[in-house]
Each structure stands twice: as C-alpha cells, then as structure tokens.
T-cell receptor, first 114, second 115 residues
Framework: NAGVTQTPKFQVLKTGQSMTLQCAQD?????MYWYRQDPGMGLRLIYY???????DKGEVPNGYNVSRLNKREFSLRLESAAPSQTSVYFC?????????????FGEGSRLTVL | QQQVKQSPQSLIVQKGGISIINCAYE??????FPWYQQFPGKGPALLIA?????SEKKEGRFTISFNKSAKQFSLHIMDSQPGDSATYFC??????????????FGTGTRLLVSP
C-alpha cells in the first residue's frame, strides 16, 4: 500500500515556466488537498477537492490550478511560475466521515523557482 | 489571518525533559483538534487528537490538554527523547461529522531534543 504518492520530488524551474505536480492515492479516499509549506507559515491550503468532479479554492489559490482527474488523482498546475512559489508542496487525502479527522500526506515535492 | 496561533516557533529540550507546545484559536466552529508530527523530508503524520468535550487525552508519552473556555490547547511530551525531534503542527477542524472537513494548521514548532 503506497498511500499518497507525489511526483516529482524535486523540481527547479525558471520564472515563467509551467509545470504540473502529480498526486495519486490508493486508499479510495474521496477528499484530496494541496498544501504548501513555507518556513514560519505552517501548512497553507491551496486547493481542495471534496469529491471526484469538484474542486474549491483554499487559502492561497492565486497562481495555481488543479484538476481532479478521477477519484485517485489530483494534480496541481503552475501556469507561469514565480519565485514566490518556491516552496514544498504536499498532497493529502482523507476518507469520508473520518472520525479521527486524519489526513494522509505524501512525502512532498520541493519546488525552486529561479 | 492566522486562525490557529502556535508557540513557540522552536524549542530545545534536554533528553528526559518535558516539551510543551501551545496553540490558541478563535473560531468556535472548530470541533476537533489534531496534532501532526513531521520528520525532515517527510509529510506530516497524525500524532494525537482531541474532541472539545474532553479536557485531556493521553497516548503514551504524549498528552493533549484542552481548555475550551480559553480556546487553548497544548501538547505535552513527557520524557522527551532525541527521536522526538521533529516539527509539530497543531490543527483545528470544522465540519468533522459532515462529508467534508476543513482543516487549519498552526505555523509549526521545531523541537530539538538534545542527548
């Protein structure tokens, strides 16, 4: 059982380039999330998907787009990368009506924008 | 605006000591309070969580204390070990018993337990 898998683990981009971060989960979870982690800022929600076919903006959505391709996969796209998007990105998932409120996180994707 | 305020930002504790991390919130709609532990190069993982109708929850060396009237909760790590060195995030959840939850994280505390 892989849990939540993110690719790539590392990426360096130049300002203005585009890229897509991929995320897949094998736990049959309905809800999926994208967070970014920056020093002193904690984990901030970028976008989330409550179920297949739906997506919603989180706290810091500007400069990003998402696609919930199917129940397993939730991708995050940077259309025109900026240095302010240098961060570590985490994908997470959660089952419906989880009594513990537990999110399962991937290992992160470290993105540097020059 | 930071919905969950966490302190301190960093903490150094000697092996065997008690580590204490504090969090405060404003939104009374929050109905569940988990703590996540993150080791370098890894994603956060659920450590322990508490409901607001409980004042304390203990799991091994980890204890959450919850003060509903003050809207504060804290994590205590007893007999801290070097293997506890990690970043700890408090969090608050709203809509726990619905089909979708919103989870808000604190800014994190980097704990270093010295041998």
């Amino acid at each position: 059982n892989a849990g939540v898998t993110q690719t790539p683990k590392f990426q360096v981009l130049k300002t203005g380039q585009s890229m897509t971060l991929q995320c897949a989960q094998d736990m049959n979870h309905n809800s999926m999330y994208w967070y970014r982690q920056d020093p002193g800022m904690g984990l901030r929600l970028i976008y989330y998907s409550a179920s297949e076919g739906t997506t919603d903006k989180g706290e810091v959505p500007n400069g990003y787009n998402v696609s919930r391709l199917n129940k397993r996969e939730f991708s995050l796209r940077l259309e025109s990368a900026a240095p302010s998007q240098t961060s570590v990105y985490f994908c997470a998932s959660r089952g419906s009506y989880s009594d513990t409120g537990e999110l399962f996180f991937g290992e992160g994707s470290r993105l540097t924008v020059l | 605006q930071q919905q969950v305020k966490q302190s301190p930002q960093s903490l150094i504790v000697q092996k065997g000591g008690i580590s204490i991390i504090n969090c405060a919130y404003e939104n009374t709609a929050f109905d569940y309070f988990p703590w996540y532990q993150q080791f370098p190069g890894k994603g956060p993982a659920l450590l322990i969580a508490i409901r607001p109708d409980v004042s304390e929850k203990k799991e091994g060396r980890f204890t959450i204390s919850f003060n509903k009237s003050a809207k504060q909760f804290s994590l205590h790590i007893m007999d801290s070990q070097p293997g506890d060195s990690a970043t700890y995030f408090c969090a608050a959840i709203s809509g726990r018993n619905t089909g979708f939850q919103k989870l808000v994280f604190g800014t994190g505390t980097r704990l270093l337990v010295s041998p």
